[in-house]
């Protein structure tokens, strides 16, 4: 990743309507105005005794952080931790949908765990697209053709090309949740280039397997938690942890290690799951430790795959094509998508179910047996 100089995407905003002017050169403002309307907006909002307010842009500052995008009126924001001129590697978080409370709750402190785990690290969590209420909303969006999802993706990459990374900077784009369905839009359809790509909780990055993705050498890398109920809903897409998508499933769990059972504790300090995207993030791939895949899993994703496999050229044509019914083609697609995945699902959980059930008799009879020569 060359760059090509250009400033970052942000402009500054001050107060909840704000009127931020453009930077010197009639762009937007740089980092450093941005961080100024944050601290007027912070003054004002408590002032106001806007206290919901004052945390937010609290917790937006908080660690020195800067601030590349402030655009509070849209609830756009990207903050960047550590500097990016003395950094090896920079990762980009790209979060999924929910509301500023997710923001100060869930998104920040995970790019500060990420922040505080990787060396020699830039982390800039990206929060700057208009993103669903929820992952409902989000696929009853994607059936409609919605136009957000596109803009989000393209929104991706021109902040991606506007950090302007020295060629020997490592680029890693790391999206939890529906930021791995912007994150694959962007991937597929706008041209995101970078070093590698982290998924994590993913419901699906809109696209059939691994190659559609066009990373040209780049690696992608997948989490899924037990426990985790949005990953493998099949709303968006194959499942990019599933053994027939590609790319490398990472272990989550690992003992004398935290352990990772929800949606948002990925980047929970001290889970393997962080470890994980930490060696991803800082260039360590030899460090990884992969999922261990069952036969249940193996099977689940084969099922899965057999049932979408006829139905992949309407699926092409339902993301490309846009003239008369192509939301018949998307809703077509989309009932695919999620039959296919809910089908290896209970493919891969029953055969679990009798697993356990088997090595539970054969565990049994071991003990009778035992107790029979005594």
């Given at each position: 990743m060359t760059g090509d100089g250009r400033r970052a995407t942000g402009s500054a905003e001050c107060g909840p309507q704000g009127t931020g002017g453009p930077g010197p050169d009639g762009g937007a403002?740089?980092?450093?105005?941005?961080?100024?309307?944050?601290?007027?907006?912070?003054?004002?909002?408590?002032?106001?005794?806007?206290?919901?307010?004052a945390a937010l842009i609290d917790a937006l500052l908080a660690g020195g952080a800067s601030l590349p995008v402030y655009?509070?009126?849209?609830?756009?924001?990207?903050?960047?931790?550590?500097?990016?001129?003395?950094?090896?590697?920079?990762?980009?978080?790209?979060?999924?949908?929910?509301?500023?409370?997710?923001?100060?709750?869930?998104?920040?402190?995970?790019?500060?765990?990420?922040?505080?785990?990787?060396?020699?690290?830039?982390?800039v969590l990206w929060k700057a697209y208009d993103e669903p209420p929820?992952?409902?909303?989000?696929?009853?969006?994607?059936?409609?053709?919605?136009?957000?999802?596109?803009?989000?993706?393209?929104?991706?990459?021109?902040f991606v090309e506007s950090l302007a990374l020295r060629p020997d900077q490592t680029l890693t784009v790391?999206?939890?949740?529906?930021?791995?369905v912007v994150t694959g839009t962007a991937l597929a359809h706008h041209g995101l280039e970078?070093?590698?790509?982290?998924?994590?909780?993913?419901?699906?990055?809109?696209?059939?397997d691994l190659r559609q993705?066009?990373?040209?050498?780049?690696?992608?890398?997948?989490?899924?938690?037990?426990?985790?109920?949005?990953?493998?809903?099949?709303?968006?897409?194959?499942?990019?942890?599933?053994t027939v998508f590609g790319g490398t499933r990472m272990a989550t769990n690992a003992p004398g290690h935290v352990e990772v059972l929800a949606h948002s504790a990925y980047f929970t300090p001290g889970s393997e799951a962080l470890e994980n995207i930490v060696d991803v993030?800082?260039?360590?791939?030899g460090d990884v430790v992969a999922h261990r895949t069952s036969l249940a899993e193996s099977a689940g994703s084969l099922v899965a795959w057999a049932l979408r496999l006829p139905t992949l050229p309407v699926g092409v044509a339902a993301r490309h094509y846009r003239g008369p019914g192509f939301r018949v083609l998307a809703n077509a697609r989309y009932l695919v998508d999620v039959t296919a995945n809910e089908a290896g699902n209970a493919v891969c959980?029953?055969?679990?179910?009798?697993?356990?059930?088997?090595?539970?008799?054969?565990?049994?009879?071991?003990?009778?047996?035992?107790?029979?020569?005594?």
């Open positions: 403002p740089p980092a450093a105005a941005n961080l100024d309307a944050a601290r007027r907006d912070l003054a004002l909002a408590r002032s106001r005794g806007d206290v919901a307010r655009l509070p009126a849209r609830d756009h924001y990207g903050v960047q931790l550590g500097d990016l001129g003395s950094a090896h590697h920079v990762a980009v978080l790209v979060p999924g949908v929910g509301t500023d409370a997710n923001l100060a709750s869930e998104w920040l402190p995970s790019a500060h765990h990420l922040y505080e785990a990787a060396e020699s690290t830039v982390v929820d992952l409902l909303a989000a696929a009853v969006r994607t059936v409609a053709c919605d136009d957000d999802l596109r803009t989000a993706a393209a929104g991706l990459v021109g790391v999206a939890h949740s529906y930021g791995s970078c070093t590698a790509v982290v998924v994590a909780g993913s419901p699906g990055m809109g696209v059939d993705l066009h990373l040209d050498g780049a690696h992608l890398f997948t989490e899924e938690a037990p426990g985790d109920p949005v990953a493998g809903l099949g709303l968006f897409g194959a499942e990019p942890t599933s993030v800082t260039g360590r791939y959980e029953g055969l679990d179910a009798g697993g356990r059930a088997a090595g539970g008799g054969y565990r049994i009879l071991r003990k009778i047996l035992a107790l029979r020569s005594v």
